[in-house]
């Protein structure tokens, strides 16, 4: 999985298949992931930070005292980063992760086709569901770009011609 901050913002395919037959399979962004991770760390109890020390990972984390000393919790000084957040959500997971662009995904739906285990291929199934959107978000990208390429030319155009 790529760390670039264009996966923040930009849509992709988030699978976690767990040791059960429990798993899931949606479609959202970055932004979306890390809320995840967030949320879960609040219902389970389990905090992003010990999970992070354990994988010796820096987690700027700093304790919290009340005026009279007495101790409130820890902040994180930094944002959690994407590639953070699948971990966490995978720690108790068989499978876990967050597909961007298209071609890991069909790579990751031709793994789960080749192995014998009946929810792999439930999870392919549904993975290949998601595939389509990839060609929009990518269609929109690219007009807007030719848009943006538009608006440059003119702007020269009009710089110089004096």
């Not at 068989?94 to 961007?100: D, N, P, V, W």
């Amino acid at each position: 999985m790529t760390s670039h901050n264009e996966n923040h913002d930009n849509p992709g395919i988030f699978v976690r298949l767990f040791d059960s037959n429990a798993y899931e399979v949606l479609w959202l962004d970055g932004h979306g992931v890390i809320e995840m991770a967030t949320s879960e760390e609040s219902f389970t109890g389990d905090r992003i930070t010990d999970y992070l020390s354990q994988q010796n990972v820096e987690s700027y984390a700093r304790d919290i005292y009340s005026p009279w000393g007495e101790f409130e919790g820890v902040a994180v000084l930094r944002r959690l980063t994407l590639h953070e957040s699948v971990h966490y959500l995978g720690r108790g997971a068989r499978i876990c992760a967050f597909l961007r662009p298209k071609i890991q995904a069909v790579r990751f739906i031709q793994g789960l086709e080749k192995g014998t285990n009946p929810i792999e291929h439930q999870i392919a199934a549904e993975v290949r569901i998601y595939l389509h959107r990839f060609d929009e978000t990518e269609t929109d990208r690219t007009t807007q770009s030719g848009i943006f390429r538009m608006l440059e030319e003119q702007l020269l155009s009009i710089t110089t011609t004096k």
